[in-house]
């Protein structure tokens, strides 16, 4: 099993910025990647972004250019930088981590979530 806890959410004015962690804990010795989406209220849950053991990132084309991904291996935490923040952007942010494994009948594939964390945009 693995844990995720998030921190770093909370109100904020648009065009501020706000940092998100998740640090990770438990079985997190096969965990790639790590991640956050986000849920509005009414729709579905989207991709931010995500990034590999490697350093390899992804994000969701609504948050390019102005959020940022890290992740910090020996810590077992992943970070989330938010700029240029607007109302759109406001929901649930959850923190994903993918435990993935293969044996002789196949491959298989755990995805762990925080409990999410609100961030709120004000206009």
């Known amino acids: 099993q693995v844990q995720l806890v998030e921190s770093g959410g909370g109100l904020v004015q648009a065009g501020g910025s706000l940092i998100l962690t998740c640090a990770a804990s438990g079985d997190i010795f096969r965990i790639n990647p790590m991640g956050w989406y986000r849920q509005a209220p009414g729709k579905q849950r989207e991709l931010v972004a995500t990034i590999t053991r490697g350093g390899r990132t992804n994000y969701g084309d609504s948050v390019k250019g102005r959020f940022t991904v890290s992740r910090d291996n020996a810590k077992n935490t992943v970070y989330l930088q938010m700029n240029s923040l607007k109302p759109e952007d406001t929901a649930v942010y959850y923190c994903?981590?993918?435990?993935?494994?293969?044996?002789?009948?196949?491959?298989?594939?755990?995805?762990?979530w925080g409990q999410g964390t609100q961030v709120t945009v004000s206009s």
């Open positions: 994903n981590a993918v435990d993935s494994w293969a044996d002789s009948w196949g491959s298989y594939e755990n995805n762990y």
